[in-house]
């Protein structure tokens, strides 16, 4: 009779650790770990969006980690860190440094602009305009910071909208003037000079406008020619480019001017795609993600858009369209 008894106790220990495990596995596509690589300016409304999600998916745990999106991607492709999703403030970092020996697809799902935010105390503050700025940022008197082109779309793209402001303003050498100053003020993502400003290091800096709405910061519009916002002046912003560095050393990619535009995908060997397919429609949600982003000052695309939508997970695809 202990031997029945013995096999019985068994089956059920096998029975019960079986359950235990696909409650914690992370293809339950409700419970577990979620890790999100996602671009500095994303921070903000990436917080809310995580705090939003885990309220409604109780036993997941959103883990996110900022930095510039070029070096979110070459955690992937040189580091080999595991990861989830990973949200880029330019969607051709992902085209381009992961898509397909890392990641099948790509969805463009929201906006931005390139601004000049300031401070209350900063150096003539009252007297800059769409039309002086640069004059402003080429006195001595006044520094002013960037993100580093080589880790962050916003760097490059900084660099992107001084080289247009040239031609627009017809300053010949305004680029390398203003490329050359202040150059101990870079850092590696565009949301790392806020405490700069803070302190009263920098005067002004580049960056997203968003950025500025989050942090309730006073910015300086570009005129359109020159923020990348505008879709209609896609072929003016093309006439820009600068070189970042590429996939191995010695690389180089070209970065063409383009109007801004956000990426977000699910890595192949995600630790739990399940669970990260919930997370990416939560974000592309209208209703859910969508507001949160408007609110944060971020334009979100609507609807989201996909140059492989035939290769998007079944339930996404109704979020995009082709393009």
């Not at 890392?102 to 799902?109: L, S």
């Not at 627009?168 to 305004?174: A, I, R």
């Amino acid at each position: 009779m202990k031997q029945p008894k013995l096999f019985i106790a068994i089956i059920a220990l096998m029975l019960f650790c079986s359950c235990n495990e696909k409650k914690s596995s992370g293809n339950s596509g409700t419970n577990g770990k979620l890790i999100v690589f996602h671009a500095g300016s994303l921070s903000v409304p990436f917080r809310q969006l995580a705090r939003s999600f885990e309220e409604t998916n109780p036993e997941a745990e959103v883990q996110l980690e900022s930095a510039g999106s070029v070096a979110c991607a070459r955690k992937i492709t040189d580091l080999h860190r595991s990861c989830d999703v990973i949200a880029s403030a330019d969607y051709k970092v992902i085209d381009e440094m992961l898509v397909p020996d890392y990641a099948a697809w790509n969805i463009q799902f929201a906006q931005n602009e390139i601004a000049i935010v300031y401070g209350t105390e900063s150096n003539y503050s009252t007297e800059i305009n769409a039309d002086n700025w640069y004059e402003i940022l080429l006195r001595e008197d006044v520094t002013f910071g960037r993100s580093d082109p080589h880790a962050d779309p916003c760097g490059y793209r900084t660099k992107l909208s001084v080289e247009l402001a040239e031609q627009f303003h017809g300053v010949e050498g305004l680029f390398d003037k203003l490329m050359s100053k202040d150059r101990e003020y870079i850092r590696p993502k565009e949301v790392d000079l806020l405490a700069l400003m803070e302190v009263g290091a920098i005067d002004y800096m580049f960056i997203y406008s968003s950025v500025a709405v989050q942090h309730n910061l006073p910015y300086l519009q570009l005129n359109d020619s020159l923020n990348l916002k505008n879709p209609d002046l896609k072929s003016w912003y093309a006439g820009a480019s600068t070189q970042i560095h590429g996939k191995k050393p010695g690389e180089k990619l070209t970065i063409v001017g383009e109007p801004i535009v956000y990426g977000i995908t699910i890595l192949n060997e995600a630790p739990n795609p399940r669970l990260a397919e919930k997370f990416v429609a939560f974000l592309l949600d209208r209703e859910k993600g969508g507001t949160i982003m408007k609110n944060c000052g971020q334009g979100f695309l609507s609807p989201p858009v996909s140059l492989q939508a035939e290769r998007l997970p079944l339930h996404l695809k109704k979020y995009c369209i082709e393009q």
